[in-house]
Nanobody, 131 residues
Framework: QVKLVESGGGSVQAGGSLKLSCNNV????????TAWFRQVPGKEREGVAA???????????EYAAFAKGRFIISQDKVKNSLYLDLGSLEPDDTAMYYC?????????????????????WGQGTQVTVFS
């Protein structure tokens, strides 16, 4: 059973940083494809970053254009956790951030930033950036 619990959100001034955590991801086996999404009320949920680690240990990451160079996604398999380091935050980054996992499969779509490809979701953690 996969249960996702996010933490680390908060209020931060523009230019600041936060580190989001997604814990209790069942067991992050190397076949899991994981990702972070965000959503603002009244708008569709959008992908932020995705990641998987192959059985050989190769890590693959995909970022949305707005996240490149500012955000970093990472996994800790020992702690069964997923992280998102948010840097150079801007007011437009204000949103509820969610972690998500696809059904375990060696052929999961690791690059996907499409919400419909993910099967397990956390409850979200709020990030507010003020100017």
């Amino acid at each position: 059973q996969v249960k996702l619990v996010e933490s680390g959100g908060g209020s931060v001034q523009a230019g600041g940083s936060l580190k989001l955590s997604c814990n209790n991801v069942g067991t992050i086996q190397t076949s899991y494809c994981t990702a972070w999404f965000r959503q603002v009320p009244g708008k569709e949920r959008e992908g932020v970053a995705a990641m998987t680690t192959s059985f050989s240990g190769q890590m693959n990451r995909e970022y949305a254009a707005f996240a490149k160079g500012r955000f970093i996604i990472s996994q800790d398999k020992v702690k069964n956790s997923l992280y998102l380091d948010l840097g150079s935050l801007e007011p437009d980054d204000t949103a509820m951030y969610y972690c998500a996992v696809q059904l375990p499969s060696p052929t999961c779509r690791w690059w996907s930033l499409t919400p419909g490809d993910y099967h397990f979701w956390g409850q979200g953690t709020q990030v507010t950036v003020f100017s």
